[in-house]
């Protein structure tokens, strides 16, 4: 296994997740990849469709079907990130590996949660991993997130849900429809609802405007919000995992998992039973050492303190 802007399944042609052309290359979840002119790429129908993917010889596979290339016997599984998200399992002949990505383990999301298989190398993301990191259930912060929604609308504030991506943002949608809300949201929300259609059972949503409705919005774009809002008295609300570290600059956080926490990772882990397991993200260390010996980081490079703290 190894690591240059994103993970090679060493013995094979395939990348994960890969942040530079290559010329085949997984994708485990829309919002994981941008499409960087690769020459292949292999996900679910739903997340190439997200994407925007038009490559002629794109594989676009259904969960659960196998297929091979070349000599290698592929399967795609749930990951449980979100919409058509997956990890990509891969047998070699005589050696496994599952390329997890970022797995949710939780159910009540948008997807299936994650889905295991035994093998002898995992590569997985662990965003989140320390002692504190601990999820509430989702289904109660969907409900929790509804109803601070419901309550600012009557009180003719429009209530802004902050979340970190266009699949993120689709999640949220269904789930405030759901529970009886109607929603609007930013442009790359609903061109990414639009690209989805068809392949994913979406609410309809809006574009901000006269109407009051909950406002589903990219973190990445705050100015563009204040334009779409001007004139008009709204509340902010963080909804993303980050909001179980800190919701700083927002009225409130929802902790809404997008992804495993540390009990719940570390369980998934176990469970594959892998001689190795790789681990990527801003956890990575942390679930390494509680992983052990057959555990190691892999990931960009670091820069190495020059003196001791």
Same mark, same amino acid.
């Given at each position: ?10 013995g ?16 485990? $979840?829309?919002?994981r ?7 292949? !790429?292999? %996900?679910?129908? &739903?997340?190439?469709? /997200?994407? =925007? ?24 599984i749930?990951s ?16 496994t ?15 299936d ?5 035994t ?7 662990a965003?989140f ?12 912060v ?5 109803g ?6 009557? $009180? ?10 266009? !699949?993120? %943002?689709?999640e &949220?949608?269904?789930a /405030?429809? =759901? ?14 609802a639009l ?24 973190d990445?774009?705050h ?14 609300a ?19 998992a ?12 176990e ?18 050492l ?20």
């Open positions: 296994m190894t690591w240059r802007d994103g993970v090679h399944l060493t094979t042609p395939i990348w994960c997740d890969a942040r530079r052309r290559r010329d085949i290359c997984f994708v485990s $979840a829309a919002d990849l941008s499409r960087a002119g690769h020459g292949q !790429l292999i %996900g679910t129908p &739903l997340s190439l469709a /997200l994407l =925007a993917a038009k490559g002629d010889g794109d594989l676009a596979v259904p969960v659960h079907q196998r297929f091979t290339l070349g000599t290698l016997r592929l399967e795609l749930p449980g990130r979100g919409l058509g998200a997956t990890s990509l399992y891969v047998d070699l002949g005589g050696r590996t599952l390329y997890a990505g970022l797995i949710r383990t939780q159910r009540g999301g948008a997807g949660a994650a889905e295991v298989r093998c002898d190398a995992l590569v997985v993301s965003p991993g320390e002692a504190h990191h601990v999820f509430p259930k989702l289904t109660d969907m409900d929790q997130t509804a601070w929604a419901v309550s600012e609308l009557a $009180a003719e504030r429009r209530p802004v849900l902050f979340c970190d991506s266009a !699949l993120d %943002g689709l &949220l949608a269904i /405030l429809a =759901a529970r009886g809300v109607t929603v609007a949201a930013g442009r790359p929300i609903r061109e990414a690209r989805a259609s068809g392949r994913a059972a979406l609410p309809p949503i809006g574009a901000p405007g006269k109407e009051p409705r909950a406002v589903i919005w990219l990445s774009d100015g563009g919000l204040v334009k779409a809002l001007a004139g008009k008295r709204f509340s902010t963080l909804v993303s995992g980050r909001a179980i570290e800190s919701a700083t600059g927002y009225d409130l956080g929802f902790a809404w997008n992804a495993a926490d540390r009990k719940q990772l570390l369980a998934w882990i469970s594959a039973r892998a001689r190795e397991v790789f681990v990527t993200g801003a956890c990575a260390d942390t679930i390494a509680a992983v052990g010996a057959r555990a190691r980081v892999v990931g960009p490079p670091r820069q190495m303190a020059l003196f001791a703290t």
